[in-house]
Nanobody
Framework: DVQLQASGGGLVQAGGSLRLSCAAS????????IGWFRQAPGKEREGVSS????????YYADSVKGRFTISSDNAKTTVYLQMNNLRPEDTAVYYC????????????????WGQGTQVTVSS
Protein backbone atom coordinates (compact mmCIF):
# COMPACT_ATOMS: atom_id res chain seq x y z
CA ASP A 1 0.00 0.00 0.00
CA VAL A 2 1.11 3.54 -0.74
CA GLN A 3 1.70 5.51 2.42
CA LEU A 4 2.45 9.21 2.48
CA GLN A 5 3.38 11.09 5.64
CA ALA A 6 3.37 14.88 5.41
CA SER A 7 5.06 16.98 8.06
CA GLY A 8 6.71 20.32 8.65
CA GLY A 9 3.77 22.65 8.91
CA GLY A 10 3.53 25.34 11.54
CA LEU A 11 2.96 28.99 12.32
CA VAL A 12 5.20 31.55 10.66
CA GLN A 13 5.13 35.28 10.10
CA ALA A 14 4.67 36.73 6.65
CA GLY A 15 7.96 36.71 4.79
CA GLY A 16 9.15 33.65 6.66
CA SER A 17 9.95 30.15 5.45
CA LEU A 18 8.90 26.58 6.10
CA ARG A 19 9.94 23.26 4.63
CA LEU A 20 7.34 20.56 4.25
CA SER A 21 8.30 16.91 3.93
CA CYS A 22 6.38 14.05 2.35
CA ALA A 23 7.81 10.67 3.26
CA ALA A 24 6.64 7.93 0.90
CA SER A 25 6.63 4.20 1.49
CA UNK A 26 5.19 1.15 -0.22
CA UNK A 27 6.14 2.39 -3.67
CA UNK A 28 8.97 2.19 -6.18
CA UNK A 29 9.85 5.81 -5.63
CA UNK A 30 11.25 6.72 -9.04
CA UNK A 31 8.19 5.31 -10.78
CA UNK A 32 6.00 7.99 -9.27
CA UNK A 33 5.00 11.60 -9.41
CA ILE A 34 4.51 13.35 -6.07
CA GLY A 35 2.43 16.46 -5.69
CA TRP A 36 1.60 19.04 -3.06
CA PHE A 37 -1.88 20.49 -2.71
CA ARG A 38 -3.47 22.89 -0.28
CA GLN A 39 -6.93 23.70 0.92
CA ALA A 40 -7.88 26.78 2.86
CA PRO A 41 -11.16 27.00 4.84
CA GLY A 42 -14.05 27.67 2.52
CA LYS A 43 -11.93 27.31 -0.60
CA GLU A 44 -11.41 24.59 -3.16
CA ARG A 45 -8.34 22.41 -3.12
CA GLU A 46 -5.49 23.93 -5.11
CA GLY A 47 -2.56 22.22 -6.77
CA VAL A 48 0.68 23.80 -5.57
CA SER A 49 3.58 21.87 -7.06
CA SER A 50 4.53 18.44 -8.30
CA UNK A 51 7.62 16.51 -9.32
CA UNK A 52 8.33 13.53 -11.53
CA UNK A 53 10.82 11.56 -9.49
CA UNK A 54 12.38 9.75 -12.46
CA UNK A 55 13.66 12.85 -14.23
CA UNK A 56 13.10 15.68 -11.75
CA UNK A 57 10.59 17.51 -13.93
CA UNK A 58 8.55 19.94 -11.90
CA TYR A 59 5.35 21.94 -12.02
CA TYR A 60 4.42 25.03 -10.01
CA ALA A 61 1.18 26.91 -9.71
CA ASP A 62 1.50 30.54 -10.75
CA SER A 63 0.68 31.63 -7.19
CA VAL A 64 3.86 30.04 -5.82
CA LYS A 65 6.36 30.36 -8.67
CA GLY A 66 9.59 31.95 -7.52
CA ARG A 67 8.76 31.36 -3.83
CA PHE A 68 8.34 27.60 -3.48
CA THR A 69 10.76 24.88 -4.55
CA ILE A 70 9.97 21.18 -4.77
CA SER A 71 12.73 18.59 -4.55
CA SER A 72 13.22 14.92 -3.85
CA ASP A 73 15.67 12.78 -1.91
CA ASN A 74 15.53 9.37 -3.52
CA ALA A 75 17.57 7.72 -0.77
CA LYS A 76 15.02 8.85 1.81
CA THR A 77 12.02 8.46 -0.55
CA THR A 78 10.98 11.90 0.56
CA VAL A 79 9.77 14.95 -1.34
CA TYR A 80 10.28 18.41 0.10
CA LEU A 81 8.48 21.67 -0.48
CA GLN A 82 10.62 24.63 0.50
CA MET A 83 8.34 27.61 0.98
CA ASN A 84 9.95 31.04 1.15
CA ASN A 85 8.52 34.52 1.39
CA LEU A 86 5.29 33.13 2.77
CA ARG A 87 2.15 35.21 2.59
CA PRO A 88 -1.04 35.10 4.67
CA GLU A 89 -2.85 33.74 1.60
CA ASP A 90 -0.61 30.66 1.75
CA THR A 91 -2.40 29.63 4.94
CA ALA A 92 -3.99 26.24 4.36
CA VAL A 93 -3.78 22.56 5.10
CA TYR A 94 -1.13 21.13 2.80
CA TYR A 95 -1.40 17.59 1.49
CA CYS A 96 0.95 15.43 -0.50
CA UNK A 97 -0.21 12.91 -3.07
CA UNK A 98 1.33 10.29 -5.32
CA UNK A 99 0.58 8.68 -8.64
CA UNK A 100 2.41 6.10 -10.68
CA UNK A 101 4.00 7.25 -13.92
CA UNK A 102 3.20 8.14 -16.60
CA UNK A 103 1.39 11.11 -15.14
CA UNK A 104 0.62 14.68 -16.17
CA UNK A 105 2.21 16.88 -13.51
CA UNK A 106 -0.48 19.53 -13.94
CA UNK A 107 -3.25 17.03 -13.25
CA UNK A 108 -4.88 16.98 -9.83
CA UNK A 109 -6.12 13.43 -10.17
CA UNK A 110 -3.51 11.80 -7.95
CA UNK A 111 -4.43 8.33 -6.83
CA UNK A 112 -2.97 8.22 -3.31
CA TRP A 113 -3.15 10.92 -0.65
CA GLY A 114 -1.54 11.50 2.69
CA GLN A 115 -2.86 13.36 5.69
CA GLY A 116 -2.47 17.11 5.79
CA THR A 117 -0.16 19.44 7.66
CA GLN A 118 -1.34 22.88 8.70
CA VAL A 119 0.52 25.95 7.53
CA THR A 120 -0.49 29.25 9.09
CA VAL A 121 1.07 32.53 7.98
CA SER A 122 0.39 35.53 10.18
CA SER A 123 0.44 39.08 8.84
Amino acid sequence: DVQLQASGGGLVQAGGSLRLSCAASGITFDNYAIGWFRQAPGKEREGVSSIRISDGSTYYADSVKGRFTISSDNAKTTVYLQMNNLRPEDTAVYYCAANQLPYDLESEDFGSWGQGTQVTVSS
